[in-house]
């Protein structure tokens, strides 16, 4: 393959070179100046398809939404820096960003807010969807089933009216549905939202509040809520964000598109992670604390363990998501008081993970999962709720990328291709004579 070569316009292009023939593919340049070679066209003018198992080097879309540079440590939604957004804005402003491309007007974010904050009520059915589903249920399963089954109450967005309620109501509904499936599982009745209160106020409240009690949100830990929301609110083509687009390019409706979206985001090497990473710190633990004797098996290519929490497919040095939950760690741990074990045992693991030439070479960094459960569990998070938490921060996202996605001009349902390797043309062989010797 020949690159930075000119088509007749001045443009760059790359000509790949196979069995005497070539092909001369378009260049194309992002804002930031990511490169990429236009193959859209290279299997009808070579007869050739790619092959890149996991996506490494392939990019899926044009996206005006986030920007990732994984070398630097850089995260931005729609142009602002995370660190800015994490300091300065707020969750539902972050999703108006997202989802519109710009900060909204005071007028804008209050009608927004008001929007939301109206349709936080499931209706009196969702009672019945929960009974019937037992009550050991992890979370996560049942917040994916409760969305999917949303479609059933309302209609399929059609108008740009229809799928601004739906929006509205993905937004609204998302905290409601996560609390209920907390307390379906204790067996606690429903809390009612509160709609005077804010989004992350609401949902403590939803998920620790008793009908027969009052109470009181503490402020801090709603705002630790609304950064942990921020933070997760978008992160480009991850597996869960390029599935809501893979399901949604069949057309399938948001509701559907983002239960899919759910169930991507629960396994471990991607949102259910930050389940594993408290799971390793307690197993640490109960191992006397020795944070050698973990890494020694995460780093043994005989056993299975990882490392939960470190590493990323993109990021090659710090999460910066990372590095802002870090810092908000001691200050949740200052504020309610509790035992900082976890914590302790978490920074030891980073602190020797990061002298590892192991974690060094392949350029192994603590991700957003790594302090994150430390918070959620200082909060009195359940750990099965951990990836509940991330769900409802990258809800928006998830819709933004759906709704980019409809609209690209290069729009097209998502069907890969294939390497087929398995057998080659054969007869078939009725019942009765299978399992003969020739
Ligand atoms: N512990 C030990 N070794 C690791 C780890 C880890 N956490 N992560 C990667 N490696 C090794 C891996 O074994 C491989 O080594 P080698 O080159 O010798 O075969 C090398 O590093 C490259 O790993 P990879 O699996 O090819 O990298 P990937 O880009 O396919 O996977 C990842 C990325 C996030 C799935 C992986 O780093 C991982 O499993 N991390 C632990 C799970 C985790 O924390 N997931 C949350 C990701 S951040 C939140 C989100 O976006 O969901």
Not at 10 to 29: E, F, H, K, M
Not at 129 to 145: E, I, N
Request: charged share 25%; net charge neutral; aromatic share 8%.
């Amino acid at each position: 393959m020949t690159t930075q070569l000119k088509d007749k316009k001045g443009a760059d292009t790359a000509t790949l070179t196979y069995n005497g023939s070539s092909a001369t593919l378009p260049i194309v340049r992002g804002t930031e100046n990511e490169t990429a070679i236009d193959i859209e066209k290279l299997r009808a003018s070579t007869g050739l398809i790619t092959l890149d198992p996991g996506y490494g080097s392939t990019g899926s879309c044009r996206s005006a939404i986030t920007f990732i540079d994984g070398e630097k440590g850089i995260l931005r939604y729609r142009g602002y820096p995370i660190e800015e957004l994490a300091e300065k804005s707020n969750f539902l402003e972050v999703a108006w960003l997202l989802l519109h491309g710009e900060l909204p007007t005071p007028a804008e974010l209050q009608s927004f807010t008001s929007e939301i904050t109206r349709h936080t009520m499931l209706h009196q059915d969702f009672d019945r969807f929960f009974d019937a589903l037992p009550k050991d249920a992890h979370p996560m399963p049942v917040c994916s089933a409760a969305i999917g089954a949303l479609t059933t109450f309302y209609q399929e967005p059609e108008s740009e009216h229809q799928l601004h309620d739906t929006i509205i109501r993905l937004m609204a509904k998302m905290p409601t549905i996560a609390a209920c499936s907390y307390k379906h599982s204790i067996g606690q009745p429903f809390m009612y939202p509160m709609n005077r209160l804010d989004y992350s106020s609401n949902f403590l409240r939803m998920m620790f509040g008793i009908p027969c009690e009052e109470y009181e949100v503490d402020p801090v830990l709603a705002r630790v809520v609304d950064l942990l929301l921020i933070l997760h609110a978008d992160h480009e083509q991850n597996c869960s964000t390029s599935t809501v687009r893979m399901v949604g390019s069949s057309m399938a409706n948001l509701y559907a598109s983002i239960a899919a979206g759910i169930s991507a985001l629960w396994g471990s090497l991607h949102g259910g992670a930050n389940q594993k990473v408290i799971e390793m710190l307690e197993q640490i633990e109960r191992e006397e604390g020795s944070a050698d004797k973990f890494l020694a098996r995460a780093k043994d290519k005989n056993d299975t363990t990882r490392l939960m929490g470190f590493g990323h497919r993109v990021y090659k040095s710090y999460d910066p998501r990372a590095a802002i939950l870090k810092k908000a760690c001691g200050d949740v741990i200052e504020r309610v008081g509790v035992s900082s074990r976890m914590l302790e045992i978490a920074m030891r693991l980073e602190e020797v993970a990061l002298k590892d030439d192991y974690f060094v070479s392949r350029k192994l960094y603590p991700n957003v999962d790594f302090y994150s459960g430390v918070i959620y569990q200082a909060m009195n998070i359940p750990v099965n709720m951990f990836t509940v938490m991330f769900t409802m921060g990258r809800l928006p996202g998830w819709i933004a990328q759906w709704i980019e996605m409809r609209n690209d001009e290069h729009f097209r349902i998502a069907r890969p291709r294939q390497i087929y390797v398995g057998s080659p043309k054969r007869a078939y062989v009725p019942a009765s004579a299978r399992g003969r010797s020739a």
